[in-house]
């Protein structure tokens, strides 16, 4: 009977033994594991910095393009600023109701703010280019009433400015 014993408590902790020593292992590898992918993390970046490097550089040009692009806020206060003087001083634009088209040429934003003057339903409307810190505005007026969508469609494609 004790050797019945025995062989149960023989299996028991030859399983116990096996299942530590897995659990040992297990616990080294998965330090092991983030040790040299930590490793191979900061050792790979730094090889592939250089790969990547060159895409990032050709992209590093990109991301410079992107910082002087206008907000929308700016172009409409580019618009506002460079219109208010030609109309009464009571002028009020609603900058929240502007609407900005990419136009087919340049300058290539078109800005049309709403505004209200002497019981007017009127208009600012200007071409703007160039940059936040440099805007280029080729068209900047005012009416005391909107434009007509046809003619803000030549204006997007850049036909009939001037008012020719």
């Given at each position: 009977m004790?050797s019945?014993?025995?062989?149960?408590?023989?299996?028991?902790?030859?399983?116990l033994?096996?299942?530590?020593?897995?659990v040992?292992c297990?616990?080294?590898?998965?330090i092991?594991?983030?040790?040299?992918?930590?490793?191979?993390?900061?050792?790979?970046p730094t090889?592939?910095?250089?790969?990547?490097?060159?895409?990032?550089?050709t992209?590093?040009?990109?991301?410079?393009?992107?910082?002087?692009?206008?907000t929308?806020s700016?172009?409409?206060?580019?618009?506002?600023?460079?219109?208010?003087?030609v109309?009464?001083?009571?002028?009020?634009f609603?900058?929240?109701?502007?609407r900005?088209?990419?136009?087919t040429?340049?300058?290539?934003?078109?800005?049309?703010?709403?505004?209200?003057t002497?019981?007017?339903?009127?208009e600012?409307?200007?071409?703007?280019?160039?940059?936040?810190?440099?805007p280029?505005?080729?068209?900047?007026?005012g009416?005391i009433?909107?434009?007509?969508?046809?003619q803000?469609?030549k204006?997007?494609?850049?036909?009939n400015e001037g008012g020719e």
């Open positions: 004790t019945h014993r025995l062989a149960p408590a023989l299996v028991v902790a030859l399983v033994f096996a299942g530590a020593a897995l040992g297990a616990p080294e590898a998965s092991s594991e983030p040790s040299p992918t930590a490793e191979q993390t900061s050792t790979s090889p592939s910095s250089p790969s990547p490097s060159p895409a990032p550089t992209d590093s040009p990109e991301p410079p393009e992107t910082p002087p692009t206008f929308e700016e172009l409409v206060q580019i618009c506002i600023d460079v219109t208010t003087s109309y009464d001083p009571g002028v009020v609603d900058a929240s109701g502007a900005i088209e990419k136009r040429v340049t300058p290539e934003w078109l800005v049309l703010v709403p505004a209200q002497n019981g007017y339903d009127g600012s409307v200007c071409t703007i280019g160039g940059s936040p810190t440099d280029d505005i080729d068209m900047s007026s009416s009433q909107p434009l007509p969508e046809e803000i469609q204006l997007i494609r850049g036909e």
